[in-house]
Nanobody
Framework: QVQLVESGGGLVQAGGSLRLSCAAS????????MGWFRQSPGKERAFVAA????????SYADSVKGRFTISRDNTEKTMYLQMNSLKPEDTAVYYC?????????????????WGQGTQVTVSS
């Protein structure tokens, strides 16, 4: 089992940057596929990015490709999301999640563990 805690959210102007972190507890962090999702009011939780066990495999939603970068540090049991060129439509609560899948997955139902979320607000 793994527990996840997000941090790094906040208020930023359009065009700015933020880096989210997801700290994990438990001994087997390196065996989980990790992902970031986001949810805006009235919308379903949507996939943002995912990274495989060794960070060689990644996947991004089309809306964030070229602007966001997902990474992980298995020694520190932490996953990151570097967000650049932020837009007002990126405003959402961002969640990190862990999956026992053997490969990178993008559907939220493939993820077994979730953090509490961190708010990201991008002003225009």
């Amino acid at each position: 089992q793994v527990q996840l805690v997000e941090s790094g959210g906040g208020l930023v102007q359009a065009g700015g940057s933020l880096r989210l972190s997801c700290a994990a507890s438990g001994r087997t962090f390196s065996s989980y596929v990790m992902g970031w999702f986001r949810q805006s009011p009235g919308k379903e939780r949507a996939f943002v990015a995912a990274v495989g066990w060794t960070a060689r495999s990644t996947s991004y939603a089309d809306s964030v490709k070229g602007r966001f970068t997902i990474s992980r540090d298995n020694t520190e049991k932490t996953m990151y999301l570097q967000m650049n060129s932020l837009k007002p439509e990126d405003t959402a609560v961002y969640y990190c999640a862990a999956s026992t899948s053997l490969s990178v997955v993008t559907h939220r139902y493939a993820y077994n563990y979730w953090g509490q979320g961190t708010q990201v607000t991008v002003s225009s």
